[in-house]
């Protein structure tokens, strides 16, 4: 029974380039959040999709970052042009259910070192 | 503004000496709230869903209790193996909001 699966783990990447970050949610869960975390803070919403809609992308800026659940495949956050701010954890969560109580069930994360 | 507050930041127990975790919010409207367990490197690991005022919940030394302001995750002769910080999140509409988590060090 596979869990929320992330990839790649780590990625480095150098200013300018772009991230692309996977995520395969566990079986039967259509919907997904995307996560930042930082050493001593928080995890921060960033947005949260169902397949092939986005339902609130108010966490992410909306500059060089998009993402994507499409019909087939997983969840892609891409950044394009990273900069050193954007390395960070990025946790990827499913749930079965959008808004109705169902708890997350998170991946370990993709950390991104931009140099 | 719908926030959540964990404390203690930090919590340094001796092994077999309970304690309690905090986490107080304030949203309008809760539809859950949330306690997850997190080890370094590793993504957050769902432990108990509490959804109104007055709900308890167990799992082996851990139980977590909700009132209509805070929960309190109380941890009953904690093991080394305990270690880790623990999570917080509450769900007013779409998005989860989580705290910033207690870093619990359980010294044998």
């Known amino acids: 029974n596979a869990g929320v699966m992330q990839n790649p783990r780590h990625l480095v990447r150098r200013r300018g380039q772009e991230a692309r970050l996977r995520c395969s949610p566990m079986?039967?869960?259509?919907?997904v959040y995307w996560y930042r975390q930082l050493p001593e803070e928080g995890l921060k919403f960033m947005v949260y999709?169902?397949?092939?809609?986005?339902?609130?992308e108010s966490g992410m800026p909306k500059e060089r970052f998009s993402a994507e659940f499409p019909k087939e495949g997983p969840s892609i956050l891409r950044i394009q042009q990273v900069v050193r701010g954007d390395s960070a954890a990025y946790f990827c969560?499913?749930?079965?259910?959008?808004?109705?109580?169902?708890?997350?069930?998170f991946g370990n994360g993709t950390r991104l070192t931009v140099t | 503004e719908d926030q959540v507050t964990q404390s203690p930041e930090a919590l340094r127990l001796q092994e077999g000496e309970s304690s309690s975790l905090n986490c107080s919010y304030t949203?309008?409207?809760?539809?859950?709230l949330f306690w997850y367990r997190q080890d370094p490197g590793k993504g957050p690991e769902f432990l108990f869903t509490?959804?109104?005022a007055g709900e308890e919940k167990e799992k082996e030394r851990l139980k977590a209790t909700l009132t209509k302001k805070e929960s309190f995750l109380h941890i009953t002769a904690p093991k080394p193996e305990d270690s880790a910080t623990y999570l917080c999140?509450?769900?007013?509409?779409?998005?989860?909001?989580f705290g910033t988590g207690t870093s619990l060090t359980v010294i044998p």
């Open positions: 949203v309008s409207g809760l539809r859950g």
């Open positions: 079986k039967g869960h259509s919907h």
């Open positions: 999140a509450v769900q007013p509409s779409n998005q989860f909001y």
């Open positions: 999709l169902q397949k092939e809609n986005i339902i609130d």
């Open positions: 969560a499913s749930s079965p259910g959008g808004a109705g109580n169902s708890p997350l069930h």
């Open positions: 509490l959804y109104s």
